[in-house]
T-cell receptor
Framework: DGGITQSPKYLFRKEGQNVTLSCEQN?????MYWYRQDPGQGLRLIYY???????QKGDIAEGYSVSREKKESFPLTVTSAQKNPTAFYLC???????????FGQGTRLTVV | GEDVEQSLFLSVREGDSSVINCTYT??????LYWYKQEPGAGLQLLTY?????DMKQDQRLTVLLNKKDKHLSLRIADTQTGDSAIYFC????????????FGAGTRLAVHP
């Protein structure tokens, strides 16, 4: 089945550690996105990529890094510089000109 | 600037209609969307409307767009318990890809 897969579903991080969230899609979409969701707030864009080997910062990129070495994959690294990383992270993808962005099931990251 | 606002909560009785409202500020939006999020899950696209339309109906869902007031609404007819979720309004900017700006989401609770 075509879709977007995020892993893991739950992730725990110790203070000062970097962690990487996985996002894979087999929809042949050019564009991929990472959003952060906090309670009572809408989704905020962290990074997005419109093509392989290229990506742009979103509204809250500080403390995060991404790579886009393959069309299918857009991993997000939450670095120790991100002071408040506990949140629900959502990955999405879309094709050029398409009206719909497809979302993964999310990864809930908790700092312990 | 870009901003999307929604009320945070709505409670309705099963079988009644639900109306979820949203206002946006960017008049250059091309598409406006309604997404549904069930607990612990990603976002599912319910419907969207192009900015030159006034209304769109899809089974139990009716979207109304008032461009003059920058107001978007989602009406769910015959609301069921399975409709309980968070509903996000989003707008996308001009361009080839879906860089979406989300509202904070409206939590819909359906009671017997």
């Amino acid at each position: 089945d075509g879709g977007i897969t995020q892993s893991p579903k739950y992730l725990f991080r110790k203070e000062g550690q970097n962690v990487t969230l996985s996002c894979e899609q087999n929809l042949n979409h050019d564009a991929m996105y990472w959003y952060r969701q906090d309670p009572g707030q809408g989704l905020r864009l962290i990074y997005y990529s419109q093509i392989v080997n290229d990506f742009q910062k979103g509204d809250i990129a500080e403390g995060y890094s991404v790579s886009r070495e393959k069309k299918e994959s857009f991993p997000l690294t939450v670095t120790s510089a991100q002071k408040n990383p506990t949140a629900f992270y959502l990955c999405a993808s879309s094709s050029r000109g398409n009206t719909e962005a497809f979302f993964g099931q999310g990864t809930r990251l908790t700092v312990v | 600037g870009e901003d999307v606002e929604q009320s945070l909560f709505l409670s309705v009785r099963e079988g009644d209609s639900s109306v979820i409202n949203c206002t946006y500020t960017d008049s250059s939006s091309t598409y406006l969307y309604w997404y549904k999020q069930e607990p612990g899950a990603g976002l599912q696209l319910l419907t969207y409307i192009f900015s030159n339309m006034d209304m769109k109906q899809d089974q139990r869902l009716t979207v109304l767009l008032n461009k003059k007031d920058k107001h978007l609404s989602l009406r769910i007819a015959d609301t069921q318990t399975g409709d309980s979720a968070i509903y996000f309004c989003a707008e996308s900017m001009k361009g080839g890809y879906n860089k979406l700006i989300f509202g904070a989401g409206t939590r819909l609770a359906v009671h017997p």
